[in-house]
């Protein structure tokens, strides 16, 4: 069965960083590419960022130069660090490989 745990979020100022974790178990990341996505209040799910299978990653326009996603196939963890987050970021964040889920972690930019 798998599964995928998101933590790392919390409550940061604007200007501030998170770095989001996803562990994945019962499936080994290595041979997937991995999305995250985010969810505010009253809004629709928005695709953030994917990282390849060989690493190379792509990222939602509104976050490109702030935000990196990153893995470590030994941990079987997949990462994505949050830089200069601003009040927009505000959300539940998801990862994703295929049809499986975590159920998110919230983060929230505000002073």
């Known amino acids: 069965q798998v599964q995928l745990v998101e933590s790392g979020g919390g409550l940061v100022q604007p200007g501030g960083s998170l770095t989001l974790s996803c562990v994945a178990s019962?499936?080994?990341?290595?041979?997937?590419?991995v999305d995250w996505y985010r969810q505010g209040a009253g809004k629709r799910r928005e695709w953030v960022a994917t990282?390849?299978?060989?690493?190379?990653?792509v990222y939602t326009d509104s976050v490109k130069g702030r935000f990196t996603v990153y893995r470590d196939n030994t941990k079987n963890t997949i990462y994505l660090q949050m830089n200069s987050l601003e009040p927009e970021d505000t959300a539940v964040y998801y990862c994703?490989?295929?049809?499986?889920r975590g159920q998110g972690t919230q983060v929230t930019v505000s002073s």
């Open positions: 019962g499936i080994d990341i290595g041979d997937y590419a």
């Open positions: 994703q490989i295929g049809k499986n």
């Open positions: 990282i390849s299978r060989a690493g190379t990653h």
